[in-house]
């Protein structure tokens, strides 16, 4: 199966994904196989509402998955620079969405990010780039939290890491269980962070999660 072209930096908010791109080939790729899926379903694939569907969700899948092409040199983009200030840096309510390599179901949420620099600190917009980054690619919540908090601690070489996701599985809301109101909480604590039990509550106490102090 041929591997999809895509360049993340296409994907925008105002671009009408069915017009301004080229399609590609039907043969082997995401459009054929989801025509397929909708034939097996016992669906019409050529009734107006489906018609041009297979390659919408070719093109959701590009979108959804543009992480794995990302250069994370080039996103950084030689935004880390000297800072005489060693207090904790915090960024909070990061919206996100990811899809679920268990189902290919969305889970959707927010990040919230901490670091204490050693001499360094990062553009402001760079870390909900991070965040984006590693979620638009098939992924465990466990291991996004985790990417983010080692992408942060080899970039900067801070004094310390602190990210918590929460989000919610429509895998876990919309089927199997159906618990609509569940909401999955993970969190990756280093170098001071998980050291230092003042420092983890003040990241906790920020980004309102004071029941996760001990």
Do not use: W
Not at 35 to 43: K, M, P, T
Request: overall charge negative.
């Amino acid at each position: 199966m041929p591997k999809m072209q895509t360049d993340p930096s296409e994907f925008d908010i105002f671009r009408d994904d069915l017009s301004d791109r080229a399609n590609q080939g039907c043969e082997g790729d995401v459009e054929c196989s989801v025509r397929s899926i909708l034939e097996a379903i016992g669906e019409d694939v050529k009734r107006e509402g489906l018609v041009r569907t297979p390659l919408r969700v070719a093109k959701m899948y590009e979108e959804m998955t543009a992480g794995y092409h990302v250069d994370p040199v080039k996103l950084i983009n030689e935004a880390v620079f000297t800072v005489d200030y060693d207090q904790m840096v915090v960024i909070r309510d990061i919206d996100f969405a990811s899809l679920c390599e268990h189902h290919l179901l969305p889970f959707l949420g927010k990040a919230h990010v901490a670091y204490i620099p050693d001499g360094k600190v990062i553009g402001l917009s760079k870390i909900p780039r991070i965040v984006e980054m590693y979620a638009r690619r098939l992924q465990l919540q466990e291991r996004m939290t985790q990417q983010i908090a080692a992408f942060l601690e080899d970039a900067l070489h801070p004094r310390g890491v602190g990210v918590v996701v929460e989000a919610l599985h429509l895998c876990m809301a919309i089927r199997g269980v159906k618990k609509a109101n569940a909401r999955m909480i993970t969190s990756a604590v280093r170098g001071s962070f998980k050291e230092n039990l003042n420092t983890r509550n003040e990241f906790f106490a920020h980004i309102g999660h004071t029941h996760l102090t001990e």
